[in-house]
């Protein structure tokens, strides 16, 4: 069985491009889900469609959330598509199972005063507020995920050109920036970063200040300080940026598909749920301000 997990997790990583995280929480579903399958005494080879059926009821049952669930069986079906190409089984016994229906929430995004708030508060009066500010305004100017922006590395980069090179789950995307984007990340390349890099061979983007690759526990502070610092009381996270950057677009003129190339969204389906954000937000506009509403 371990063999066979051995074999998956290799499948994403070399022929799926999976990020770290995808593949860490893919790991985590399927090794669950074979722990349940060995209390069985029931090989990975030889789990049926009902097997599937209960364990997704199980988890229900616990009290695991829809969501969970729903991520948990997308994770079965992706191992035994794996195998399934690999010869080591027949038919994926995962592949008619219904996902548990979710109630899809809509994101939490910014006002334009609350991002213009937000990205003023890293103070540029020393090297941390140089580099945070750069960061801050990079993920709202182009709405790349945290992972993406902690794995950039200098070359990404083309401040003469005004944009940005993002390779991610196997594409390339061009992303443009803004000019205070541009201003804040030249300031950053040119003054800060070579004092705290301390090996020429360090090609991050960003650094922290002992010079290594910035981690995503680290940014995850950075925002939170930040927050506070400002006083905003929405919970913002590394993705609230990158939804309030695609919100934003969208309802200055934006179309979806242009958007969706620059969030790096394999499915427009993805991108939608911004316009739904949007129509929802002229609903609430309308009762608050007709006099009949």
Known sequence: ??????????????????????????????????????????????????????????????GKSPATVTRSVASIKSLYTCLTVKGY??????????????????????????????????????????????MLELLYATGIRVSELIELDVDDLNLPGGVLKCFSKGRERIIPLYPTAIRALGEYINNVRPQ????????????NMGGERMSRQGFWKLIKYYQEKAGIQKDITPHTLR???????????????????????????????????????????????????
């Open 196 to 207: 705290l890099v301390e090996s020429i061979d360090e090609t991050a983007l960003f650094v």
């Open 89 to 134: 089984v027949d038919q994926n016994p995962a592949k008619d199972v219904s996902p548990a229906k979710v109630e899809r929430k809509l994101p939490q995004v910014l006002t334009g005063k609350e991002v213009e708030l937000f990205l003023e508060q890293p103070e540029c009066t020393d090297l941390k507020g140089y580099r945070d500010r750069a």
């Open 1 to 62: 069985m371990s063999d066979l997990l051995s074999v998956y997790e290799d499948f994403l990583k070399t022929e799926k491009k999976a990020s770290a995280n995808t593949v860490s929480s893919y790991m985590r579903d399927v090794h669950q889900f074979a722990d349940a399958m060995s209390g069985k005494a029931l090989p990975l080879t030889r789990v049926t469609v009902r097997d599937v059926e209960d364990y997704t009821n199980t988890l229900l049952k616990r």
């Open 243 to 293: 939804h309030s950057f695609a919100a934003h677009l969208l309802e200055n003129g934006a179309d979806l598909h242009s958007i969706q190339e620059m969030l790096g969204h394999a499915d427009i389906s993805s991108t939608q749920i911004y316009s739904k954000l949007i129509n929802q937000k002229i609903k609430d506009v309308y009762k608050k301000a007709h006099p009949r509403a």
